[in-house]
């Protein structure tokens, strides 16, 4: 993972040390709140539902165990609301009512505190720290290299890309070095610091796109053309929220020295022109929508501009790109020098030998690495009881103990809101298994539907129209049994509580959005989404099946579509080829019989 300089670490402290000092003026009265407001949220702290909520930047995903283990001391020590408002907040939760499930149990939502949050952007939340505490807990993040610049405001957000990133047997080039490079030039950019809205970038160097490039503000896909020179793919415009876009292509191939230049233009002509007036027409994706190649033709002509009269400064040449790439150096670690195959052959005897679930664990949670001796491990925090992306302050200490033992103290944070150990070797897989089950974290679920994605949804953010994580524990609870997820097979389930997206259901082969009909909780369920990964295919929004559905109707409708796929599959077939070869009709009857079942048994 990346070395922070002393530079680096001198930087992170400075803006803890001015938060602190912002802070401090505010509680004095000497920095009224619209001032205030824009310097909290460039460093990360929202005003939520209830509390304040306070978003840590992970760069690329990468932890390392230290880092881990002082965020689960925030967990601990400072995600804990005061006895009055947390009372406060569940009396008004419980007045939303429980989930019903068709076994009749019911779920409802019972908010928690002491808890870290993955994001779907490789980020980590907190939803309870009082803000009166804020700079103490930046202080701590500064402390192991960690911040929350540019993880809200009208900004260049944390640049993501592919938790196996540096690792994955099928990649071009490592990223995660112009991930970097694009960090360091975007940090504080005084250009850049106030753009019409918020702004995404997203970057792959692999043959599958594993961080879904093209739902992105811009997405970079590193490839090579026929001369074997390094280049980038740039995609513009995409996004999710309330008008779902797949971003444009505007360069096939630009040599990879060069894309800080033509970022400068693509952000330029957004800041430019992009609306201003409505914050729902704010975002690039619909200034890409509506000029098409006029916007495509005002980016090349600013970066022509920047080449021949700026002199292209912002060229990236190879001892910068050296520079950077070295602090990316892989671990040293000391494995058995048995060949793979042998390594491989013990693990599958030992799995035959030992448990069915860990043949499982090996196919669902261990993939592949660039380095034959090793393998990465997905630690599994999606289980009942527990909302999708959240880990107790105990599960993080624990998790840091393994990957200092398994992973040479590296985790990363995925897409699908878990953990992931890079550097495992191939012959500690067994002992590993043994340990993460010990901890709760083995479950093969890995790319199956209880292994869903979900934000918090309207038990914690004002912004949502309804609940996502009752909604998460009802299908949960519905699927638990091992033999019948296997027979499934793998499926992404996507659950936003607004149409800001956040839990990415446009993109999920079963996508559901919470919405608001009277000031009630509704939900629409939509069918064929697709985030660009091999398992998905190329990115596509999924289409709605039907009218909106109760809270208590979502799971019986999700079993009905299910159900469908049973009956209509073929052979080895998933469950979003089976969608692609037969059609919706099916399943939006499938969907219309099972609310009518629910009204029947309500009567």
């Known amino acids: 993972m990346y070395q922070y300089t002393e530079f680096d670490r001198a930087f992170v402290q400075a803006r803890a040390d001015q938060f602190r000092d912002q802070?401090?003026?505010?509680?004095?009265?000497?920095?009224?709140?619209?001032?205030?407001?824009?310097?909290?949220?460039?460093?990360?702290?929202?005003?939520?539902?209830?509390?304040?909520?306070?978003?840590?930047?992970?760069?690329?995903?990468?932890?390392?165990?230290?880092?881990?283990?002082?965020?689960?001391?925030?967990?601990?020590?400072?995600?804990?609301?005061?006895?009055?408002?947390?009372?406060?907040?569940?009396?008004?939760?419980?007045?939303?009512?429980?989930?019903?499930?068709?076994?009749?149990?019911?779920?409802?939502?019972?908010?928690?505190?002491?808890?870290?949050?993955?994001?779907?952007?490789?980020?980590?939340?907190?939803?309870?720290?009082?803000?009166?505490?804020?700079?103490?807990?930046?202080?701590?993040?500064?402390?192991?290299?960690?911040?929350?610049?540019?993880?809200?405001?009208?900004?260049?957000?944390?640049?993501?890309?592919?938790?196996?990133?540096?690792?994955?047997?099928?990649?071009?080039?490592?990223?995660?070095?112009?991930?970097?490079?694009?960090?360091?030039?975007?940090?504080?950019?005084?250009?850049?610091?106030?753009?019409?809205?918020?702004?995404?970038?997203?970057?792959?160097?692999?043959?599958?796109?594993?961080?879904?490039?093209?739902?992105?503000?811009?997405?970079?896909?590193?490839?090579?053309?026929?001369q074997g020179e390094l280049g980038f793919k740039v995609l513009v415009g995409g996004g999710m929220g309330r008008t779902p876009i797949i971003g444009s292509v505007i360069r096939e191939f630009l040599p990879w020295h060069q894309i800080m230049n033509?970022?400068?233009?693509?952000?330029?002509?957004?800041?430019?022109?992009?609306?201003?007036?409505?914050?729902?027409?704010?975002?690039?994706?619909?200034?890409?929508?509506?000029?098409?190649?006029?916007?495509?033709?005002?980016?090349?002509?600013?970066?022509?501009?920047?080449?021949?009269?700026?002199?292209?400064?912002?060229?990236?040449?190879?001892?910068?790109?050296?520079?950077?790439?070295?602090?990316?150096?892989?671990?040293?670690?000391?494995?058995?020098?048995?060949?793979?195959?042998?390594?491989?052959?013990?693990?599958?005897?030992?799995?035959?030998?030992?448990?069915?679930?860990?043949?499982?664990?090996?196919?669902?949670?261990?993939?592949?690495?660039?380095?034959?001796?090793?393998?990465?491990?997905?630690?599994?925090?999606?289980?009942?009881?527990?909302?999708p992306g959240d880990a107790t302050a105990d599960q993080l200490d624990v998790a840091a103990e393994l990957a200092d033992k398994f992973s040479a103290g590296e985790l990363r944070v995925t897409h699908d809101q878990n953990l992931l150990l890079p550097w495992v070797a191939c012959d500690q897989l067994p002992e590993l298994w043994r340990a993460a089950r010990k901890a709760g974290f083995a479950r093969p679920n890995i790319r199956l539907l209880s292994d869903m994605i979900a934000c918090p949804g309207g038990d914690f953010c004002a912004l949502a129209n309804a609940r996502s994580i009752p909604i998460a524990e009802a299908i949960t609870e519905r699927y638990q049994d091992l033999d019948e997820l296997h027979d499934l097979g793998e499926i992404d389930l996507h659950i936003s509580g607004c149409i800001n997206s956040c839990g990415h259901h446009h993109s999920g082969h079963i996508g559901i959005l919470g919405v608001d009909k009277d000031g009630l909780e509704w939900y629409q369920v939509s069918l064929g989404g697709a985030d660009g990964s091999r398992l998905s295919g190329p990115a596509v929004a999924g289409k709605v099946v039907g009218p909106s559905f109760s809270a208590s109707e979502v799971p019986e409708v999700i079993e009905a579509v299910l159900q469908t796929y049973r009956e209509l599959r073929q052979a080895g077939e998933t469950f979003i080829a089976t969608l692609r070869r037969v059609g919706m009709e099916p399943y939006k009857a499938a969907a219309k019989n099972a609310r009518f079942a629910v009204a029947d048994q309500s009567a």
């Open 23 to 226: 802070l401090t003026r505010w509680q004095a009265g000497q920095l009224p709140e619209d001032e205030f407001r824009p310097l909290r949220l460039q460093n990360g702290w929202y005003v939520q539902r209830y509390a304040p909520m306070l978003r840590v930047a992970v760069p690329y995903g990468e932890l390392s165990s230290a880092q881990v283990r002082v965020l689960a001391r925030i967990a601990r020590e400072y995600d804990q609301p005061n006895a009055e408002l947390f009372k406060s907040a569940q009396a008004k939760q419980d007045l939303l009512g429980p989930v019903q499930l068709s076994n009749g149990l019911s779920v409802t939502s019972k908010l928690t505190s002491g808890y870290a949050h993955f994001t779907t952007r490789q980020n980590v939340q907190y939803n309870w720290i009082p803000l009166d505490k804020s700079a103490d807990v930046m202080d701590l993040l500064a402390s192991v290299n960690m911040h929350g610049i540019q993880t809200s405001g009208n900004c260049i957000r944390n640049i993501t890309s592919d938790e196996l990133a540096g690792i994955a047997p099928d990649e071009i080039a490592d990223p995660r070095p112009f991930g970097e490079i694009l960090r360091q030039w975007s940090t504080l950019h005084p250009e850049f610091a106030f753009l019409p809205r918020k702004f995404k970038i997203a970057i792959s160097g692999a043959v599958e796109d594993r961080a879904a490039t093209a739902w992105h503000d811009v997405g970079l896909y590193l490839q090579r053309n026929a």
């Open 262 to 387: 033509y970022l400068e233009a693509v952000v330029r002509v957004y800041n430019r022109y992009g609306r201003r007036d409505n914050i729902y027409k704010a975002r690039i994706k619909i200034l890409v929508k509506a000029e098409g190649q006029r916007y495509i033709d005002d980016v090349e002509a600013e970066y022509q501009q920047i080449m021949d009269h700026d002199g292209g400064p912002h060229t990236i040449t190879q001892a910068e790109l050296d520079r950077v790439t070295a602090s990316f150096v892989p671990p040293a670690l000391h494995c058995d020098r048995k060949s793979a195959d042998a390594k491989i052959a013990n693990i599958l005897r030992a799995a035959a030998e030992d448990d069915v679930e860990f043949g499982r664990w090996l196919k669902q949670n261990v993939s592949a690495h660039k380095n034959p001796d090793l393998r990465a491990v997905t630690l599994s925090f999606k289980r009942l009881g527990q909302a």
